[in-house]
């Protein structure tokens, strides 16, 4: 980890070059109600260059200091603190523990921080929706100015997000060891809860599932798992999850766990009885052709937007061929008549955010696909309970998603291991494969 660490900042720090230096924050806590906060969770880039996890930080880079500098500012010793909240490191530990070149108390940043950014002619830093830090870092700047007497600053502030996000979105090999445990984990409580469905009466009793199943192994949501039934599968970011589980309807979930700073994202869909109706079956598995479509997409050299290309064309397809969709297959896509039933994009991103770092676009084009990104693909048909679609159709919301690797011609799907074939779904209900 300490090596992983270490290389990052050196890429970072040869990126944004001598005349330069990296300020990023730590995350900030939030309240929940009152005098309560949300679990406290490390600012993803922050984290991704110092594996420091404490709150009221913040870290810097000097690359033109001697081999580059890392420093770090955290909150200093306190017992009576550590009594209520637990450890603080301390500076003292953080640049032993944490390979800083040099740690400082937080509380003497604005002594110590213009002295560290003067004559630097770049300061790079992701203030872009953070006002507060953007006023302090003018203030730093003005502090440096003072003393060296000088009265404009040749000083440009600038986000660091572009340099930073574009290094993590390609991922390392411990990188993508971390992701394919996290979607491990995440596999194994989609199993166990699908095998349970028929034993429960509410979405909120298999959300309480998956997410036993994640704690277990020391994992935690990382986002706020979607379990829609019947009409609720139909909603895309469906999360009241208090609805009765009705037979005869399919349930549709979309759960992943976050385990050592990455997360994993998977939907699978299966009827609640444990049988496909005919027309569940038909819808599902367009969907499941569409997936297989564009999994087969996701290679070196090809564009981001080749896997969504391949989902589109074979959903329109499938619904021409049952009816619900009319006409010629390449005029239908054209004046995209099939976004009434898919009206989403078939991937985004993941890593240390489920929806993670890194443009989709540069220059106004699509990018190309490179070793080491991960993405997800997940097409999926909705369809609402409009007169003009036949009730046998009415309500039924299908969407499959797998985390795919990006591996030269081969892709890798990282979650390959939970099964999604209709006939596998319904054994595992059936409890014949258990």
Known sequence: MKSDLKKRRKIVMETIGDDSVLIIPSAQHHKRTRDVDYPYRQDSDFYYLTGFVESDSLMMLIPGRKNGQFILFCKDKDPLKERWDGPIAGPIEAKKDFNADQAYAI????????????????????????EKLFLRLKKWVQTSDRSLKTKNSKTKILNSSNILHEIRLIKSESEIRKMKKAAKIAVDAHRKTMSKVTTFKYEYELEAEIKYEFAKSNSTSSYIPIVGSGKNSCVLHYNSNNSVLNDGDLVLIDAGCETEFYASDI??????????????????????????????????????????????????????KIGLLKGNISDLIEKKKYTRFFMHRTSHW?????????????????????????????????????????????????????????????????????????????????????
């Open 107 to 130: 509380d003497k940043i604005d002594e110590l921080l213009p002295n560290l950014i003067k004559e630097k002619k770049l300061i790079y830093a992701p203030y872009d929706n953070d």
């Open 267 to 320: 939907t699978r869909t299966y009827p609640v009885n444990g049988r496909f109706t005919r027309e569940q079956k038909e819808i599902y598995n367009i969907v499941l052709d569409a997936q297989k479509a564009a999994i087969s997409q996701v290679r070196r050299g090809n564009k981001f937007s080749d896997p969504h290309d391949a989902a589109v064309i074979t959903i329109t397809q499938g619904l021409t």
């Open 350 to 434: 993941i890593g240390m955010d489920v929806h993670d770092v890194g443009d989709y676009m540069i220059d106004n084009e699509w990018r190309s696909l490179e070793n080491g990104m991960v993405l997800t693909i997940e097409p999926g048909i909705y369809i609402d309970d409009s007169e003009d679609i036949p009730e046998e159709y009415r309500q039924i919301g299908v969407r499959i998603e797998d985390m795919v690797l990006v591996n030269n011609g081969s892709p890798e799907v990282i979650t390959y291991e939970l099964e999604k074939e209709a006939n596998e779904i319904e054994e595992i209900i059936n409890n014949e494969l258990n």
